[in-house]
């Protein structure tokens, strides 16, 4: 997850603040619900209650309409409250942003023309432990990474990439890798996968009780030599060699693409050289093939290329998208691809899971989630404990959230009394 990182551009922010911003957005909800406007009175109406119950109305997405039902739902009555605590919890910002959408019948038919098709549910792969660490420049002592997995663990995501298996001259940051899983033996209720570069870091990840693992090609030769050291042929033998491996032990192989729209060597490269290395990976036996835009270059329409000439070559419920944030295209890139997977014209017969992987070291997990929840989608993700999980590694690190919805919220929580 990407809290790890300084908000990109967040002092370049237009006069408008991000309070502002989200008092504009939730106020039609607000007033037209409970006969009054602003946010403040909104979520006092959560927290002030005296009762131990209060109304809640919650909006399911289901073909193309919005459904209402009514339940009660226990609030705690202490206002002293952590800073991402129950007030900022998803359920409660995605009921706003419903009421926001549903009071107004021309937004909700716009919305419901937009996002006909988008799926119901999406599972999030979470790969901060790994990706957001690997380049940190000072060791993150073992014991923390092993925190920040149990509370990433804690939050219902079903996927937590833990470490990786590679060469610790190359990636000093997880030379710790065998510890940390170790550590993490009794976690069963999680899938926790790590990075495999060859049959060696195979072995060891199995011997330090490993039951997932994750190969990585790029579609970019120079990238491939850099990153691995071999040609991306030469990685598809090793990477079949470690797939066979694994089927004998039953443990499932994901496969990833680096530089999937483009490469810092190369520059831009051809969708069809990405649909090559997806379905080389496919054929091998790899059962998720996660596309990284690596350099974050990828921007709606050439991710909406990109995507057509992979799912031309791989079914669309083995895809998974991994974006990352450079120039703050991460979100949009999400959205279009998820839009675009479940597309009537893409196939008609399957049903269709499409995966988002929370792109870790640059988009915030946090950020995914919250614009996930926004439109009604269910990710299992409690993002009231993640903002919290983002908040303990930035504290650990000695930066500020790179979540812009951690600072979102946080300056709610300031103005919201
Ligand atoms: C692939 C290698 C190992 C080749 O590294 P090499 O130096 O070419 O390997 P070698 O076979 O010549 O061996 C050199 C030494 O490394 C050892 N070695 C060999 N393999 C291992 C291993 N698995 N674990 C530990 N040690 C290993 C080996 O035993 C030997 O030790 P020595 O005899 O000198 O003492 C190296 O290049 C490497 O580890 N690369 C990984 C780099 C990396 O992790 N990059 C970040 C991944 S992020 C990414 O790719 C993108 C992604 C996935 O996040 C998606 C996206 O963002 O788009």
């Known amino acids: 997850m990407s809290s790890l990182q300084e908000p990109l551009g967040m002092d370049k922010l237009p006069s408008l603040s991000t309070i502002d911003l989200f008092r504009r957005f939730s106020s039609i909800g607000c007033s037209t619900s409970r006969g009054d406007t602003g946010m403040g009175r909104c979520w006092t109406e959560g927290n002030t209650s005296t009762s131990s119950n209060y109304d809640e109305e919650d909006f399911e997405y289901v073909q193309g309409v919005f459904n209402r039902t009514h339940h009660a739902r226990d609030m705690p009555q202490n206002r002293n409250r952590a800073p991402y605590g129950n007030r900022c919890d998803s359920r409660h910002i995605a009921n706003l942003q419903h009421k926001s959408y549903c009071n107004n019948a021309g937004l909700q038919n716009i919305t419901n023309m937009i996002f006909k098709g988008i799926p119901r549910y999406v599972k999030i792969v979470e790969v901060g432990a790994r990706d957001g660490l690997q380049n940190e420049k000072n060791m993150v002592p073992t014991s923390v990474k092993i925190e920040l997995i149990q509370r990433l663990v804690s939050t219902g995501l079903s996927v937590v990439e833990a470490t990786g298996f590679v060469s610790p001259k190359w990636v000093p940051q997880l030379a710790d890798a065998r510890e940390a899983m170790e550590a993490l033996k009794n976690l069963d209720t999680t899938r926790l996968p790590v990075l495999v570069p060859n049959l060696k870091g195979f072995e060891a990840a199995v011997a330090a009780g490993a039951k997932e693992i994750a190969v990585f090609a790029s579609a970019s030769e120079s990238f491939s030599k850099s990153n691995i050291n071999c040609t991306i ?185």
Request: glycine share 10%.
């Open 233 to 417: 042929d030469e990685s598809f033998s090793r990477y079949r060699a470690v797939v066979h491996a694994a089927t004998k032990l039953n443990i499932r192989v994901r496969g990833y693409v680096s530089c999937v729209i483009g490469c810092p060597v190369e520059g831009m490269i051809s969708p069809s050289k990405v649909a090559y290395v997806a379905k080389e990976l496919c054929d091998m036996g790899c059962s998720e093939i996660s596309l990284g835009d690596t350099i974050g270059i990828g921007t709606p329409g050439p991710v909406i290329s990109m995507l057509g000439a992979v799912m031309s070559v791989v079914p669309v419920e083995r895809l998974a998208v991994h974006f990352h944030d450079t120039y703050g295209q991460s979100l949009p890139n999400i959205l279009v691809s998820l839009q675009i997977s479940n597309s009537d014209s893409v196939n008609r017969q399957k049903r269709r899971v499409p995966i988002c992987q929370g792109a870790s070291g640059n988009v915030a997990t946090e950020d995914v989630v919250y614009m996930l929840h926004g439109l009604g989608i269910q990710t299992n993700v409690d993002l009231g404990k993640l903002l919290q999980t983002g908040e303990f590694i930035c504290k650990h690190l000695g930066r500020r959230s790179g979540s812009k919805a951690a600072v979102a919220f946080s300056q709610l929580m300031t103005n919201g009394d």
